[in-house]
């Protein structure tokens, strides 16, 4: 009986890996295919490289001084790790607020649509100058960017759990807390997750937006000044940087909630 | 002892209107007794049952149990819900240790009194597993094992097996009332058939509906242990017809009459 379950596990997994290879492998010969092509047709049709750099010249221009470029990469990491670490201990409080009284809610939620709807790129130049021209407008920008969605996802999460689990609570007089603490936080985790996974990502623009405004680094920095020299194949680099850093770290978040919190991923259900 | 005293319920719904779900209920429960109630649908079972849980203030009348009125939810009482509600991040063990975490009840034993109940209810085996992977009837199992943890000396049951197959649940009404009679308590039991009601009880209690009543209180004379050969004595078959006939009463008339 073991062996027979063992039998049907391992080709379970099996069956996993071959298609989680075709998952990775088929979209990555599609991208070797699309760089191939572009490589090809700047060379092709002359395309000069401050409109659009080849590959080559990409990697080039940013392996070059890549030690700079690490630097500008780690500087905007930190921006943006502070920023999201803001944002989730500032939701979270927040969420836990606003879902626990509806007048907190009323009177909580139109001021932060409110500060949802100021343009972040606008409000950037106005925090330097308040904030002084430092690494904290940044990371204010990122958190301001950040943190709504996440404050909406754990709000949405402590709000939808079913009301026989809050009613166990209350048989067995379960205190506030421990109601928060052991029924509504657990259960919200799942929302939390997507939230944080939105959040990261918006992290990184926020980042960015912030270094666009006021920075004499990252790679944001980078971009603004590689293009005000028409350095262009540079600021190709940092972009597809930035755009790695964003991956990297979604795929950390996902990687957290699926160790941690392995109910909350429903990876196991999904076999196709 | 459960003595309900004269109680009634109203709800006020959003528009402002009164909704009466319990009229004037009087019942008092001996200790040990298995009580089932039966009735229509939104006759005010679940709100008999979470008043006397302590989970909502009656609006008029009162409640005592051993002699001390009910003001709010007291921890000698296991509630079993109509779904499982097993709490999906938990493993089932966790889950049975649940209410004794709340109340800070955990002990060297706890781990082990909880296994013991997991095998009174078949499920060993699952302790570690989630409860998504476990198929409906032994979440509900998983459930019932969760509610009888602390040893409460009044178990409410809101058709705990609503939602099981037929075969299942036979099987889990005689294995309730094998654990009933190794642990007695007191039992108050919602169900929607008739046949369990009565194969359950000591005494069945009908209710009718609009506004929430008891029609009637009917006492089952059948030895213990139950068994469903029982089913086929006429004893039996006189308490579910004198139910049949408070709950259908005036459709059967009314059918009988076209005939
Ligand atoms: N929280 C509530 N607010 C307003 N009305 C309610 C509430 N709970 C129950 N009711 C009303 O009270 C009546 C009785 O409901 P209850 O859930 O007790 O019925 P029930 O006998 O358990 O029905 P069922 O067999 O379908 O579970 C219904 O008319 C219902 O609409
Ligand atoms: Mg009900």
Not at chain 1, 123 to 131: E, G, Q, R, S
Not at chain 2, 146 to 169: H, K, N, Q, V, Y
Request: hydrophobic residues 50%; glycine residues 6%; aromatic residues 8%.
């Amino acid at each position: 009986m073991a062996t027979a379950r063992e039998e049907r596990q391992r080709s379970l997994s099996l069956r996993r890996f071959v298609l989680s290879s075709r998952d990775v492998l088929l979209p990555a010969a599609v991208l070797v295919l699309l760089v191939v092509m572009w490589e090809g047709s700047v060379h092709l049709f002359d395309i000069k490289p401050f409109i659009l750099p080849a590959p080559s010249a990409i990697w080039t221009a940013t392996t070059e001084i890549w030690s700079t470029v690490m630097g500008h990469t780690m500087a905007t990491l930190n921006t943006v790790l502070i920023g999201f670490l803001v944002s989730i201990a500032v939701s979270l409080p927040l969420a836990v607020l606003i879902t626990s009284s509806p007048y907190v809610s009323t009177a909580v939620y139109p001021l932060l649509v409110l500060t949802q709807s100021i343009p972040k790129v606008a409000l950037a130049p106005i925090l330097v100058i308040a904030l002084g021209a430092n690494e904290l407008p940044r990371i204010v920008v990122t958190f301001l960017v950040a943190f709504f969605p996440l404050v909406i996802s754990m709000a949405a999460g402590l709000l939808s759990v079913p009301s026989d689990l809050i009613e166990l609570g209350r048989s067995y007089r379960a205190s506030r807390f421990q109601e928060l603490y052991r029924i509504r936080l657990p259960y919200a985790v799942p929302f939390i997750f997507s939230g944080l996974k939105v959040a990261i990502a918006l992290a990184v623009v926020g980042a960015v937006v912030g270094e666009f405004v006021a920075a004499d680094r990252g790679l944001g920095y980078l971009i603004t000044s590689s293009t005000a020299f028409f350095k262009t194949p540079l600021a190709f680099g940092a972009m597809i940087l930035l755009s790695l850093m964003g991956i990297v770290l979604f795929q950390i978040v996902v990687v957290i909630e699926r160790v941690f919190f392995p109910w909350s991923s429903g990876q196991e259900t999904v076999v196709v | 002892m459960i003595e309900i005293d004269r109680l009634s319920k109203t709800f006020r719904s959003r528009d402002g209107a009164d909704v009466v779900a319990l009229k004037n209920i009087s019942l008092a429960v001996r200790d040990h007794e298995f009580i089932t109630l039966v009735g229509a649908s939104g006759c005010g079972k679940s709100t008999l049952l979470r008043l006397v849980a302590g989970l909502l203030p009656p609006t008029a009348g009162a409640i005592s149990i051993d002699g001390k009125p009910v003001s709010g939810p007291r921890r000698d009482i296991g509630m079993v819900f109509q779904s499982p509600t097993l709490l999906p991040w938990a493993t089932i063990l966790d889950n049975v240790l649940f209410p004794l975490k709340l109340t800070h009840q955990i002990t060297e034993g706890s781990r082990e009194k909880a296994r013991h109940l997991i095998a009174l209810a078949g499920l060993s085996g699952f302790e570690e597993k989630y409860p998504k992977e476990l198929s409906g009837g032994m979440q509900q199992r998983a459930a019932i094992c969760r509610a009888l943890i602390t040893e409460p000396a009044t178990l409410l049951m809101d058709e705990p097996f609503g939602a099981l197959d037929a075969l299942t649940r036979e099987e889990m009404s005689l294995e309730l009332l094998r654990i009933w009679n190794e642990q007695p308590k007191t039992i108050l039991f919602v169900t929607h058939s008739i046949t369990e009601a009565v194969l359950l009880a000591d005494r069945v209690v009908v209710m009718s509906p609009r506004p929430g009543q008891i029609a009637d209180v009917i006492d089952v004379p059948l030895d213990r242990p139950r068994n469903f050969d029982q089913e086929a004595r006429s004893e039996f078959q006189d308490c579910t017809h004198r139910i049949r006939e408070l709950i259908f009463g005036n459709r059967a008339r009314r059918t009988a009459a076209v005939a």
